[in-house]
């Protein structure tokens, strides 16, 4: 199984996507062929236990900051 990764992008507004991949090069790359809008800021692979917790639904999607904020209340 891939591991999940948290990209966080900001153009005109913040975006993250959670991205799976084997790498963090790899999952900038997906994200940015998925054409995720703007600027890479920063990224970090979820351990195992929290990216269990991640719907599957919002994996490999940009997620607004309001959906992003709401899944990290999740996952906590």
Excluded: C, H
């Excluded at 900001?10 to 963090?24: N, R, T």
């Excluded at 703007?38 to 639904?57: H, I, N, S």
């Amino acid at each position: 199984m891939s591991k999940l990764f948290w990209l966080v992008f900001k153009g005109d507004s913040l975006s993250v996507i959670i991205q799976p991949a084997g790498s963090i090069i790899a999952a900038r790359m997906r994200a940015m062929l998925a054409n995720v809008p703007g600027e890479f800021q920063e990224g970090y692979e979820l351990d195992d236990k929290t990216a269990r917790k991640v719907p599957k639904a919002q994996v490999g999607k940009p997620l607004s900051r309001k959906q992003a904020n709401a899944l990290l209340k999740k996952l906590r």
